[in-house]
């Protein structure tokens, strides 16, 4: 009886798993199906081939016209001035992990930067590399009666809001095994809705506004979503959260940028590619097609768009894609993107 129970059980499992699979093949297949008449641009060569580990977190500082960008692993920012080109790389490498980059309010970005590391959010002296911390994450929790040991933690993308309060996701950091649900979506700034948004996120990812402000947008990559939320332009509160975007590969979501247009144009780690998304219906509409597979950011220039890049050690994108993992992509889209807010202290 317990043979035949446990046999029952394991076709019952396995018929499960093949139904999974099928409902898979087919979200893959229509996606594939609508993606037939889209615009696509393909880019096989790189603006700068620098090899980063962990390439990401584009920003686009305006007062000098460069673009500055971070590898993770490797703790490292680089600012490259778009006038003088990939000659003009400079690079600064701090102590430790550094994810996400924001000018300040009223401070020469060539003097402090807003920088998420990995105990939270803090003022980086780009002349000396020093760092001071504005918020952590242990501390912004302790109200709630969190108790999430932020020693496993660092951060990872976020971004700056119209009222000038900076979004930081939280995840596992590296050298830990697998990346668990022990990371969130904090809030920092001088608001009562300060502090910890979300929570039991793995990989939360990169957050942008629509062209009104009135709606923001949240990447969680392991559920390869994208969310929206209402965003009330007056006290700053997102609520109402509900899906715009559901990838079904390859790859996972990870960065993105918004067009003056409302589209999202958003990268892709392990898919090869940036696809530009209309977040009122999700379709796609265009695809970024790059040489190597772990797409990780994207932003804008006037209408020429940034496109960031990890390693691809294993070549698993093959060897091209091994060759021109970490580097920086740009290409022509023909629309311009929404300008990042600046962090207000």
Same mark, same amino acid.
């Given at each position: ?28 297949? %229509? ?69 996400? %980059? ?19 959010? !803090? ?23 969190? %108790?999430?040991?932020?020693?496993? %933690? ?159 050690? !294993? ?7 091994? !060759? ?22």
């Amino acid at each position: 009886m317990l043979t035949a129970l446990l046999s029952s059980l394991q076709k019952r499992q396995e018929q499960e798993q093949e139904q999974e699979q099928e409902q898979s093949d087919v979200r893959a297949a %229509t996606a594939n199906d609508a993606m037939a008449d889209i615009q696509v641009w393909e880019v096989t060569e790189p603006y700068l081939d620098l090899h980063c580990q962990l390439g990401e977190g584009p920003f686009y500082e305006e007062e000098t016209h460069s673009l500055r960008f971070v590898d993770i692993i490797s703790h490292r920012i680089h600012t490259v001035d778009l006038a003088a080109g990939p000659s003009s790389l400079h690079t600064l490498e701090l102590d430790t992990t550094v994810a996400v %980059t924001a000018d300040i309010e009223g401070v020469d970005p060539r003097e402090k930067l807003a920088v998420g590391l990995k105990y939270g959010l !803090a003022i980086l002296d780009r002349k000396t590399g020093k760092y001071e911390y504005v918020y952590k994450f242990t501390d912004s929790v302790k109200p709630q009666g969190v %108790t999430t040991d932020f020693e496993r %933690t660092r951060a990872n993308d976020g971004a700056a809001d119209p009222h000038g309060r900076f979004w930081l996701g939280s995840m596992t950091d590296f050298n830990l095994g697998d990346f668990q649900p022990e990371g969130g979506l904090f809030l920092f700034g001088p608001s009562s809705k300060s502090g910890l948004f979300k929570a039991g996120l793995t990989i939360p990812n990169a957050l942008g506004f629509s062209p009104d402000n009135r709606t923001l947008y949240f990447t969680h990559t392991t559920d390869n979503k994208v969310y929206a939320y209402d965003y009330d332009l007056e006290t700053g509160a997102a609520t109402n959260e509900r899906v715009v975007y559901t990838h079904p590969g390859p790859g996972s979501p990870d960065g993105f940028r918004v067009d003056v247009e409302g589209n999202i144009w958003h990268a892709f780690y392990g898919g090869g590619c940036v696809l530009k998304i209309d977040p009122a219906t999700g379709s796609i509409l265009g695809k970024v097609v790059l040489p190597t597979s772990n797409i990780t950011c994207t932003q804008f220039v006037g209408t020429e768009l940034f496109i960031t890049s990890a390693s691809d050690d !294993a070549a698993a994108g093959g060897e091209q894609s091994k !060759a021109l993992g970490g580097a920086v992509f740009k290409v022509d889209v023909g629309v311009k993107g929404l300008p990042l807010f600046k962090y207000k202290q």
